[in-house]
């Protein structure tokens, strides 16, 4: 009797100890497939969003209009480029499923011109609605060492200003009489030692030479305008920015992009450096910016259309 009763029980607790290995196997795998997701894809990178926080919680109190949330679903991506302070030059990339050109959107290319890189952020967002055809690449802060300095400056670390560093025709002679004589040797808008000689410089061109863009488009503060550069007829106006062309300065993204790429360069001057464009008008910007892409960039120009027909006719 006692080896009946005691068999069983040796058994039972045999049987529970085998069925709690199983259980924890199950556990962990189940463990596992939550880490890969609910619906089997990667698991998240932990040090990344990490990354990410803290890059938005240094921005933050330097971007008006901008919140942690707007921030943080951005998907900064950061792209090996750096600084001179070493800090992380970051990009977002926003596709059509087939698109039919390629826009980039540069911002905070003077760390003191806070909007600017707010509005990127911010046009991010609302090309993920509708990215209208194109390939977004977006660069929220071009300058993170003079947007985060104390106070934040238009130069980077090396005082160099990077909107007139960009490596353009003829740079040593035109960039030193401008720098010279119409700014009158002006410390906030020194072109720098040499053409395209900052990392920051450098990370742009190498963007504009892999990602291709059919349109740059270059988001300042504070004059309230819309410049442009390029063969096209320009945009008359981005929301309530009406074109007022600036001149032509060496060494600028404007410059370079039109004159060394070959591509046109719309200006985004904003109205406050500070105060951020409403929702409204931010949207409206955008929406003008499609509608001129979409008549210039995406229709070929009559001339255009009449130089295919007559090839066609000689094939």
Known sequence: ?????????????????????????????????????????????IHAQRLERQVCEAWLPRLPGVTMGLCRTAGLDATGGRSVLGRPLYRVEVRAKQPKLRVLVVGGIHGDELT?????????????????????????????DGLLATPANRVNANRVDLNRNMPTHNWEVETKKYWEVRTRKDPRRWPGPAAGSEPETQFLINEINTFS?????????????????GALPPPEKLGRLHLDRLGVYPGSVGNYGSLEYHVPVVTVELVHALEPPTDVEARNM???????????????????????????EAR
């Open 213 to 229: 863009p059919d349109l740059i488009v270059s988001i300042h503060a504070p004059y309230g305008i819309l410049d442009f550069d």
């Open 116 to 144: 600017s890189a707010g509005l990127v952020l911010r046009w991010l967002q609302l090309t993920r609605d509708d990215p209208a055809d194109a390939y977004w690449r977006f660069i929220p802060v071009l300058n993170p």
């Open 286 to 312: 955008l929406r003008d910016l499609n509608t001129w892409m979409g008549l210039r960039l995406l229709e070929p120009a009559p001339s255009q259309q009449q130089a295919s027909s007559v090839a066609g």
């Open 1 to 45: 009797m006692y080896q009946r009763l005691v068999k069983p029980l040796w058994q039972r607790i045999a049987i529970s100890l085998c069925l709690l290995g199983s259980l924890g196997i199950v556990a962990h795998a189940q463990a596992g497939a939550l880490a890969k997701g609910r619906h089997g894809g990667l698991a998240p990178d």
